[in-house]
């Protein structure tokens, strides 16, 4: 998926309205910086326990009397 992107920014431009001939290195390193900012930001969350935020991380979790019924 982020070779897909490179690629569209890089190369898109009118298709795609990007700028031409992609973005400059510096707004590069802005959005990697914030795209690895959520893996570490994840990482820290994990270390939150459950007597803090009972519900935090949990989809669709079903109870026992919703199952009995």
Avoid at 8 to 30: C, D, N, P, Q, R
Avoid at 56 to 65: E, L, V
Wanted: aromatic share 16%; net charge negative; hydrophobic share 50%.
């Amino acid at each position: 998926m982020a070779f897909a992107q490179v690629i569209i920014i890089e190369f898109g431009s009118t298709a795609m309205k990007v700028s031409e001939g992609g973005i400059h290195g510096y707004h590069w390193l802005i959005a990697v910086i914030l795209g690895f900012s959520v893996w570490v930001v994840g990482f820290f969350f994990r270390f939150i326990p459950e007597t803090i935020c009972p519900t935090f991380g949990k989809q669709n979790a079903k109870t026992d009397d919703e199952d009995a019924a």
